[in-house]
DNA sequence: CCCACTGTTGACGGGTAGTCAATAGCGCCG
DNA sequence: CGGCGCTATTGACTACCCGTCAACAGTGGG
């Protein structure tokens, strides 16, 4: 024989290491195509690792998709540094511009975020999103200096939470179908969310 | 032996019928779980039928999903009768009311259809909430008698869309977390629907 | 009454996911 | 520097799920 030297089969890694590998990997392959669409036979070729193992780590493919999706909603974590001052309309504006600017910059991961992946209810997923919103709309109420009412405040949440589903359904038209520019996306938004603190929550609860 | 009369294991019926059979079946699991949550196996025991059947009526597993789902989208279509009369206010109201009312009586319904979510990545599924968006879109426009409008006409409709993403949600807020009243949901809904005729899309197109 | 038409079955092949005992990198200790 | 043990990693095994298709059996017409 030419040699007998090692040249191993495969390297042992911390597990922190191959876990994030097999992450990172994921991540990709989530990220392009719809949760059934990507078997754990791939996602283990790509990774260049067995497909036990990533049992092992995971413990189940949708805890794998689950960790991805976690990731992907958290992160943008866009710094609200107080923008305290001026009239609300200012406020909204602003906050609305960084959001579409984090969005911009973030295009594929926004679209893989609220794209809810595979389709049909999935308690699982669903409830990461209400997370998310939860997480976003305190951030809004915060930005526009609302943090600390107290008349109707669930509801002005509910409402908030709604209007989420329109600046995500617009962002798509945005991004996705390109049938609405960055300015009249920021332009609609503008006047829906102070149509909605302005006008509908002042009226329903005086 | 007591008798040797047929009593045939099976049935046979007109096509029509057993594909009716079958579609009420998948309706009805499919609304109470999600698409991969149910296997063709349980689809074909609950149906009382072969497996082989179902693809035989419908090729395959999605394409029967896709029927329900198709069903669901376009089963309720509330009479736009004329309320061509009044201001837009009063139009908007009268429509926004009727459309509550059907989604009230139709509540299951209603919800497992925009539960698919945030549009999966399924091109299938995602193109007919498409087509079933843009009819919602033309009854809308037709309600509040917008149908005729030629500036900025696509702009609009895209804000319509991304309005009917705020409409999902409000809903859903409505019907499963009872974070809003019925009533809170319509004036939301009228309030922010005047904001984007009046002010966004008129502003926007002088 | 029986035959042909066709609605229906059920076994087969290929695919995917989770488990677990066996295996083999590789750091560490002598 | 060699071998020993810890444990990261493998890969076969089981169980399920889906689409196909040749064969079978209700059933209505002649």
Chains 1, 2 share one sequence.
Not at 36 to 54: C, D, H, P, Q, Y
Request: a neutral charge; hydrophobic letters at 40%.
């Amino acid at each position: 024989m030419s040699s007998t030297e090692s040249a191993p089969r495969w390297r042992r890694l911390e597990p922190d290491q191959r876990r994030a590998q097999i992450l990172a990997c994921a991540r990709r392959l989530f990220g392009e195509r719809h949760y059934e669409a990507v078997s754990t036979t791939e996602l283990a070729k790509e990774s260049g690792v067995a497909r036990g193992l990533i049992n092992h780590y995971f413990g189940t493919k949708r805890e794998l998709y689950l960790e991805v999706v976690r990731e992907l909603m958290f992160i943008p974590e866009f710094t609200v540094e107080q923008l305290a001052h001026g009239t609300i309309e200012q406020r909204v504006a602003g906050s609305l511009d960084r959001f579409l600017a984090v969005i911009e910059r973030n295009r594929a991961m926004w679209l893989a975020t609220i794209s809810t992946g595979g389709y049909g209810r999935d308690p699982d997923v669903e409830q990461i999103m209400q997370e998310a919103d939860e997480i976003a709309v305190d951030r809004m109420l915060e930005t526009v200096g609302l943090n600390h009412i107290t008349a109707g405040r669930e509801e002005l949440r509910a409402m908030i939470r709604s209007y989420s589903g329109m600046a995500k359904a617009a962002t798509r038209e945005w991004l996705v179908r390109r049938s609405l520019t960055r300015e009249q996306v920021h332009t609609l938004l503008c006047g829906t969310l102070l149509t909605i603190i302005t006008q509908v929550h002042a009226e329903m609860f005086t």
